[in-house]
C-alpha cells in the first residue's frame, strides 16, 4: 500500500542539511513497513541496513554500552559483514528496547553525517521518559536535541484509504479539490459511501489491507478488534505505576462515552467517583506522547494568536484512529453502510474523523465555545487568519457561527457536512464535504489553503 509520508522520506533523503531521522508514531500504523519496505527497498535498493532491536540482542548489548558512533558503525559492518558508506542507509527499529541508541544520534550527526539513518519504535519517549527517571538527576538521559530530523505517522487518513482502494476515484476528488468545483452527484455518493466505509475500517493498516484484498468489512472488523486489545495490553508494558496503567485504560476505553455526552469535555467524574483532571493528567499525557489520543484545547469568547492552550482549560479527547472509535461506540457495524446511515450515526463519529485527519496532517486541535452553549467543533490558525470549522454529520446551519464573529475576526468559515462543495462569498462560508477535509487540512497545515 502507498503512504503520503514516503514524500517526506523522499525529501529527507535528498536534502543538504540532513541529521539522522526519528519516525515517531503509535503501534501498528505503518512505520516499518514504510520505512523498510516502501522507502529503503526503491530508494537504497540492496545498500541499507535493517537492525530490530527486539531480536538482534547481540546489537542490542553492544549499543547499549556505547554511544560512540564510531564503534556502533564498525560493529555493525563486522557483524552483517556488510562495509557501510554514505550510500548506505542504517534503519534502527524499535528503538525503545535500546533507547542508548537515540543518544548516538548526535554523533551519528557530528561525526558521520553523511550516513542516513532512520531510527523508529512504539513508545520511544515514554521509555525513554522512564529511563530517565530511573536514572535520577545524577545521570540524564542525552537525547539529541537539535541533531535529528523527525516525522510522525498516523494512522492512514481518508485520502490514503482511498488512494489504495480506488484510484480512480481518488484522481477524480483530487481534481475536484483543486478546481475548487463540486462532485456530480453520482460520484458525490460514491465517495461519500468511502467515507462511511473508512468511518467504520479507520486507518490502521493491516485493518485497511484486509478490507482491500477481501472487501470484507467485518473481517476488517475483527482485525481492528485485536489491534484495539494490543493497545490495552501495551498499557502494561510501558507505564510505572497499577495506577496509571488502570486510569490510562480508563480513559482510553471511555472516549466515545465522554464525547457522547452533551458538552463533550473530558469529565474526570464520569470515570472515577470524586476525581478531579489532575488525577488523570499522567495518564493524559502518556496516551498523547504514544499517539494514541488527540487532545483539544478549549478558547473561548476573543481569541488571540496564536492559539495556544489555556492551562486551565476544558478540553476534549479524541481516539488517534477513527475506525477504533467506531468500534468503541459499541455501533452495530452494519449502521455505516445502512441506507439510514446519516439519521443512525451521532455527530461525534464525524467530529473524531476531522480530528484526527487535522492532527495527522500537523494542525494542533483547538475548539471555541461561547456562552448559551454555542460552540464552533475547530478552529485553525494558518498562515496568521483563523479560520472557524463546524463540522455537521448532515447540511444544518451554523447557528454559532454569528456568536464566534461578535468576537473575533476571521478569514473564511469552514462547514464540513455529507454535502456538495460551494462557497458563499458574502457570508465568506466554505461548505465542503468530508472527502475534502484531508485536502483542506493539508493546505491549512502548511499555510496554503486557499478558499475561493
Known amino acids: 500500500m502507498e503512504r503520503i509520508a514516503i514524500r517526506e522520506l523522499i525529501q529527507w533523503k535528498n536534502s543538504k542539511r ?3 531521522l526519528i519516525v515517531w508514531g503509535a503501534r501498528q500504523v505503518g512505520k516499518t513497513y514504510l520505512i523498510k519496505d516502501l522507502f529503503a527497498k526503491k530508494y537504497y535498493k540492496n545498500d541499507y541496513i535493517y537492525i530490530d532491536f527486539k531480536v538482534e540482542d547481540e546489537l542490542n548489548q553492544f549499543c ?4 560512540n558512533a564510531e564503534k556502533i558503525i564498525e560493529y555493525i559492518s563486522l557483524l552483517k559483514g556488510k562495509r557501510i558508506t554514505e550510500k548506505t542507509l542504517l534503519i534502527f527499529d524499535e528503538v525503545q528496547e535500546c533507547p542508548n541508541i537515540v543518544s548516538a544520534l548526535k554523533y551519528f550527526c557530528q561525526d558521520f553525517r553523511e550516513i542516513p539513518v532512520i531510527a523508529t519504535g512504539s513508545m520511544v519517549r515514554i521509555k525513554i521518559q522512564r529511563v530517565t527517571n530511573r536514572r ?10 537539535g541533531k535529528i530530523d523527525q516525522i510522525t505517522i498516523y494512522p492512514m487518513t481518508f485520502d490514503e484509504f482511498l488512494m489504495n482502494s480506488n484510484q480512480v476515484l481518488y484522481d477524480k ?15 458525490h455518493t460514491l465517495v461519500m459511501d468511502q467515507i462511511y466505509k473508512y468511518l467504520l475500517i479507520g486507518g490502521m493498516p493491516e485493518a485497511v489491507e484486509s478490507f482491500i484484498e477481501s472487501g470484507d468489512l467485518f473481517e476488517a472488523r475483527e482485525i481492528l ?4 486489545d494490543n493497545y490495552l495490553s501495551d498499557m502494561d508494558l510501558y507505564q510505572a505505576s497499577r495506577e496509571a496503567i488502570l486510569r490510562s485504560r480508563t480513559i482510553f476505553s471511555n472516549i466515545y462515552r465522554e464525547l457522547n455526552k452533551e458538552s463533550k469535555n473530558f469529565s ?5 467517583e470524586k476525581s478531579k483532571t489532575r488525577d488523570f493528567a499522567t495518564a493524559i499525557e502518556w496516551l498523547s506522547m504514544a499517539h494514541i489520543v488527540n487532545q483539544s484545547y478549549q478558547l473561548k469568547e476573543h481569541i488571540t494568536m496564536p492559539l495556544m492552550k489555556d492551562g486551565d482549560a ?6 488517534g484512529d477513527v475506525g477504533m472509535f467506531s468500534y468503541q461506540s459499541g455501533i452495530n457495524a452494519a449502521s455505516f453502510v445502512s441506507n439510514d446511515r446519516e439519521n443512525t450515526l451521532s455527530g461525534i463519529f464525524f467530529e ?3 480530528a484526527s485527519e487535522l492532527i495527522a496532517k500537523g494542525n494542533p486541535l483547538f475548539y471555541w465555545r461561547g456562552k448559551a452553549s454555542c460552540e464552533l467543533e475547530f478552529i485553525i490558525e494558518s498562515d496568521n487568519k483563523l479560520f472557524p470549522i463546524d463540522v455537521k454529520k448532515g447540511r444544518g446551519v451554523l447557528n454559532s457561527l454569528e456568536k464566534f464573529s461578535h468576537h473575533n475576526k476571521y478569514e473564511c468559515a469552514v462547514k464540513i457536512s455529507s454535502g456538495n462543495y460551494g462557497f458563499d462569498e458574502g457570508k465568506k462560508l466554505l461548505t465542503v464535504p468530508f472527502y475534502f477535509v484531508p485536502f483542506i487540512a493539508d493546505d491549512m497545515a502548511q499555510g496554503t489553503f486557499d478558499w475561493k
Open 173 to 187: 476528488v483530487c481534481d475536484a479539490y483543486k478546481a475548487r468545483a463540486p462532485l456530480d452527484f453520482q460520484i
Open 268 to 272: 474526570p467524574g464520569l470515570l472515577e
Open 64 to 67: 547499549s554500552k556505547t554511544a
Open 352 to 354: 473524531n474523523f476531522v
Open 225 to 228: 478488534k485485536s489491534l484495539y
Open 18 to 20: 540532513r541529521k539522522p
Open 314 to 319: 476544558s478540553f476534549r479527547l479524541f481516539l
Open 136 to 145: 535520577g538527576s545524577g545521570e540524564k538521559f542525552l537525547f539529541p536535541v
